[in-house]
């Protein structure tokens, strides 16, 4: 299956928030209600091993709440580690009700941040959850570039590979969508109103999630692209596919190699 870099309504900055918030919801309630990530834990607690400061800075964040699930876990552990959610679009109520959630674990940046040029004043173990595809190659090979250049060790997580297996749960996104919907909390109206009465947010999802599918990296894509960073081997890589329930992840495993 052909890479196709097609447009995701989420992207669009001209796409309003609130129903951005709406789609990143969905994803954050269903991360958490099948637990998507769990097969993940090692990989995630070798990479806050590798910080020296016991943090994870995730890039790409959306609403933030599909890493409760994943802190539960990581928690048992490590109960001290913190967590700090950033988005280039910070929805900062969801932020909010994050960390609320799990406040010693918890926090946030409330001004946007770029995945190709993260602050450097913010050190850890970085993580994208579902969100790599969003990226050209060009730009993606850039988070990398940036994640090597500022030696910070990168993990990035993708619930779904660039085949049909992948394909069939996004095109039936619109009946999870119906039958999820009146669980997800906070309570919106607007959530209701676009889900049910004027249904286009199951569209909306629809598309994203095929698209999603039609971007995603392979893993011979994510070689050939991380062999052509500059100074990629101060790093040691892993870009494999971590099998498991329900989903199977593929994932990047970037770590400073010990001097």
Not at 89 to 106: E, G, H, L, Q, V
Not at 133 to 148: L, R, S, W, Y
Not at 183 to 207: A, E, M, N, Q, S
Request: charged share 20%.
């Amino acid at each position: 299956m052909k890479r196709i870099h097609a447009f995701e309504f989420e992207d669009l900055h001209w796409f309003p928030k609130n129903l951005r918030n709406y789609m990143t919801d969905f994803l954050q309630f269903g991360s958490n209600t099948f637990d998507i990530y769990k097969s993940v834990i090692p990989i995630l607690d070798k990479g806050v091993k590798s910080t020296g400061n016991n943090k994870i800075i995730d890039i790409a964040s959306g609403g933030g709440g599909g890493l409760i699930k994943l802190a539960e876990h990581l928690k048992k552990n490590n109960p001290t580690l913190k967590i700090t959610l950033s988005d280039y679009y910070p929805n900062i109520d969801a932020f909010k009700r994050t960390k609320s959630k799990m406040p010693d674990m918890f926090d946030f940046i409330d001004y946007p941040v770029d995945a190709m040029n993260v602050p450097s004043e913010l050190k850890g173990f970085r993580t994208q959850f579902i969100s790599l595809h969003h990226f050209k190659p060009e730009n993606a090979k850039a988070i990398f570039q940036n994640a090597i250049d500022t030696n910070q060790p990168i993990g990035v997580f993708e619930p779904q590979q660039r085949n049909i297996k992948s394909m069939i749960p996004m095109l039936l996104s619109p009946i999870t969508v119906i039958l999820m919907t009146p669980f997800i909390r906070p309570f919106k109206l607007g959530r209701i109103l676009f889900t049910y009465l004027i249904p286009i947010l199951p569209l909306f999802i629809l598309w994203d999630g095929v698209v999603s599918v039609l971007r995603t990296y392979t893993v011979p894509e994510l070689k050939e692209m991380i062999s052509e960073l500059n100074n990629s081997n101060n790093f040691d890589w892993e870009i494999e596919v971590k099998k498991g329930k329900p989903s199977e992840i593929l994932y990047v495993l970037g770590l400073p190699k010990e001097n």
